[in-house]
């Protein structure tokens, strides 16, 4: 009975956990060797993770669910997550840590780790409706500078597109709305686009010049000229109907610098 009742506690704490890094469900082996794997299995990993007991000899490395070469309780997290049918989303830190370092590569400034901490960084954002985060990459700090939005598909991060400038975009989480927001020397210019099956896609524009005062009006809704009456209505019903929140700015403390050891820590 306390057995049972160990097994079933361990179950309900970890359930909700997100996998960590380098996990695959179908890594993880049956470790009792009963022909399923259960929370009996994880059960076996975390007492042997903890020092309670040792594992049957030859199931060190199976038992290390999650690869990182060492036996924690991480590694019986993974092998519950599995055991219950939660989805396997270890891959998508993995696999975001790959595509950042590729983009290390892409440049060659001796200032890297200093040019990244101030110019470029990178943050996560739940914009579609799955349990996996979107993988946010700020190019820069000035205005023509956009957010790459990258997801995770069959174990890499792909760009779905980008969006914004001053390294900032909007987004209304769980819905797969993106919003960009370019203003200067008068003009505003307003972009809703979704994502959907990991492509961006723009759905809706609109631009206007009112604050110029120098030339004539212009307002624009998805490239076709209105009135400014039909312009506030578009505006309302397509652009303020999102409950939009920023992505991570350079000063924000969930934003993470390109560098090794910011790369490695999220």
Not at 165 to 176: A, D, H, Q, R
Not at 235 to 251: C, G, K, Q, R
Request: with cysteine; proline share 3%.
């Amino acid at each position: 009975m306390r057995k049972m009742a160990f097994v079933l506690v361990f179950a309900v704490l970890f359930a909700c956990l997100v996998l960590p890094t380098g996990a695959s469900a179908a890594d993880v082996m049956d470790i009792d060797g009963d022909g399923d794997v259960s929370a009996q299995d994880a059960r076996l990993v975390l007492r042997a993770a903890i020092g309670l007991e040792e594992l049957p000899d030859g199931l060190e490395t199976a038992a290390d669910a999650d690869s990182d070469g060492e036996l924690t309780t991480a590694d019986a997290r993974v092998i519950l997550r599995a055991a219950i049918g939660l989805p396997d989303t270890a891959d998508w830190k993995a696999a975001y840590r790959r595509g950042l370092y590729d983009l290390r590569e892409e440049f060659s400034w001796d200032d890297w780790d200093d040019f990244a901490g101030r110019k470029m960084w990178f943050s996560l954002a739940y914009i579609d409706g799955d349990d996996i985060p979107e993988l946010m990459v700020a190019q820069g700090v000035d205005h023509p500078s956009k957010v790459e939005i990258y997801t995770y598909a069959e174990g890499e991060a792909v760009l779905a597109g980008t969006a914004g400038s001053w390294g900032v975009c909007l987004y209304e989480p769980g819905t797969g709305y993106v919003g960009s927001v370019f203003s200067g020397f008068g003009v505003s210019h307003y972009v809703v686009s979704r994502l959907e099956n990991g492509t961006l896609t723009q759905v809706w524009s609109a631009i206007n010049n009112e604050g110029d005062g120098l030339h004539e009006l212009i307002f624009k809704v998805n490239d076709v000229d209105v009135g400014r009456d039909e312009y506030m209505r578009e505006y309302e019903s397509n652009w303020e109907l999102h409950d939009f929140i920023p992505t991570a700015d350079v000063e924000d403390p969930q934003a993470y610098r390109l560098a090794p050891e910011d790369i490695e820590s999220f």
